[in-house]
């Protein structure tokens, strides 16, 4: 069994991965030490890997950890200019896209805090993408610079054109952000026919359901090619 840890900029992910798969699933708003103690006692784990966007995380335990960082091995080939810069969630869903759909050309669609969309090709060569704001952060941004709009969540109806504040906002936000989204995979679809396009990220059953375009939706996607990284550096 195998420990990923994925410390992301809003919750901390714990899962347990056996024979390939999430075996354990656990949150948790900051690091929890505790639950890692439980479940390093609870469960044979073998190996772990720490993901972290926040601070640095240090696993007390003599099982054999790696840390992500640029420097780690990756089975994938980067052309991104700057590896140091690059997220690590964002790696770690190209690098579970080469590995689940080999041979393929794939676009990985992110949506938590930001919207992150990124291409890796048939040859698991990684290219690089997109990074714009998420729903609820293009939410508290109207409310935060203006000062009559009122914060307002996510919405599972909405229409194309709103026909009072609230509705035009909601219009706004949603239906600009799915336009977006479908413009970059048709745009992709124009010169890659076969793309196949993964959604994951905490809003991906906003995407799932309204997306025209036909995607695989995989919650646990990051995880997935957080565990095949550590299986790499075996």
Do not use: W
């Not at 689940?100 to 969309?117: E, F, Q, R, W």
């Amino acid at each position: 069994m195998n420990l990923v840890i994925d410390i992301g900029n809003t919750l901390v992910k714990y899962a347990v991965f056996k024979n390939n798969e999430v075996f354990i699933i656990k949150r948790s708003d900051d690091f929890d030490g505790r639950l890692v103690d439980k479940l390093l006692k609870n469960n044979d784990i073998q190996k772990i890997i720490v993901s972290s966007v926040r601070e640095k995380v240090t696993i007390n335990s003599e099982i054999h950890t790696v840390y992500l960082s640029e420097k780690t091995n990756i089975p994938i080939t980067l052309k991104y200019k700057t590896p140091n810069t690059l997220g690590k969630d964002r790696l770690a869903g190209v690098v579970a896209a080469a590995v689940l759909y080999p041979n393929k050309n794939v676009l990985v669609i992110d949506a938590g805090s930001c919207i992150t969309m990124d291409y890796i090709d048939k040859n698991k060569v990684y290219f690089g993408g997109r990074i714009s704001p998420g729903i609820e952060m293009r939410y508290n941004s109207l409310k935060k610079f203006t000062k009559n709009l009122p914060k307002l969540t996510i919405n599972t109806s909405f229409n194309l054109i709103g026909n009072d504040t609230n509705s035009s906002i909601v219009s706004g936000v949603q239906s600009g952000i799915l336009a977006e989204v479908e413009t970059i995979i048709t745009d992709l679809r124009k010169e890659n026919e076969s793309l196949f396009v993964v959604v994951t990220g905490g809003d991906t059953i906003f995407f799932e359901n309204a997306l025209k375009n036909s995607i695989f939706a995989d919650p646990f996607l990051v995880l997935k090619g957080l565990n095949e990284i550590l299986k790499y550096n075996d």
